[in-house]
């Protein structure tokens, strides 16, 4: 359980915790967001789309979200002077990117030929690889003798309800030796796995596949 507990603070913390931290809220308007519970709840909705379109967009797509995110922040959001001003400019963004997250095209593949399972790509590998090393040094490093994730290749979102699986085909090291491998977790199970030598499943259809059996749903 404290395994389970601390995996998901880990990979909450790097992939999506909610926008900025409370305690270190220095504005007028941060301060305003932190003291509303509705408009938090909202700051945190928002943040977790934004977060997860930079995940799964192509970096030239997702710079021109980036630029209208900070523009919003500047001209809308702290242009409020009221709570009702920020819900309203919260409730906008919020279907704003939602909209955008739904147009990005989602792939599926067949569980036994019968069950079509739907799953993202994902471009920020850099994310996913932070969130192995998170995971894995808690406790299953150690026990198999593995050094880190160096970098990912090719990775996955596969979302589940309240739970989010991340699988990506990667270069671990191993005793100072490097090899690729199948790599998985996910933010609120525990689940975490490595396949050494995944030679036959070097492909976006065999991340999914190896994140579904390994680290998918609860």
Same mark, same amino acid.
């Given at each position: 359980m404290i395994h389970r507990l601390a995996i998901f603070l880990l990979i909450s913390q790097s992939a999506f915790s909610a926008g900025f931290d409370c305690k270190k809220a220095s504005s007028t308007i941060e301060k305003n967001i932190c003291a509303d519970p509705y408009i938090s709840i909202s700051d945190e909705s928002m943040s977790?789309?934004?977060?997860?379109?930079?995940?799964?967009l192509p970096p030239g797509e997702f710079d021109l979200i980036k630029h209208e995110q900070r523009q919003w922040i500047k001209n809308v959001r702290n242009a409020c002077t009221t709570n009702e001003c920020l819900k309203n400019a919260y409730s906008k963004r919020i279907k704003a990117l939602n909209y955008k997250w739904h147009d990005i095209e989602k792939l599926s593949f067949g569980e036994d030929g019968s069950t079509s399972l739907w799953f993202w790509k994902v471009y920020d590998t850099q994310t996913i690889t932070k969130s192995f090393n998170a995971t *894995?040094?808690?406790?299953?490093? !150690?026990?198999?003798?593995?050094? /880190?994730?160096k970098s990912c290749d090719l990775g996955v979102y596969m979302p589940f309800k309240i739970n989010q699986s991340f699988? *990506?085909?990667?270069?671990?090291? !191993?005793?100072?030796?490097?090899? /690729?491998?199948?790599?998985?977790n996910d933010t609120a199970i525990g689940h975490f796995r490595i396949e050494e030598n995944s030679g036959e499943k070097q492909s976006l259809i065999g991340v999914a596949s190896f994140t579904y059996n390994n680290c998918f749903g609860g």
């Open positions: 977790n789309y934004y977060k997860k379109l930079r995940l799964c *894995g040094s808690i406790y299953y490093f !150690k026990k198999h003798g593995i050094d /880190k994730v699988g *990506g085909l990667c270069l671990i090291e !191993k005793q100072g030796k490097t090899s /690729k491998a199948m790599v998985c």
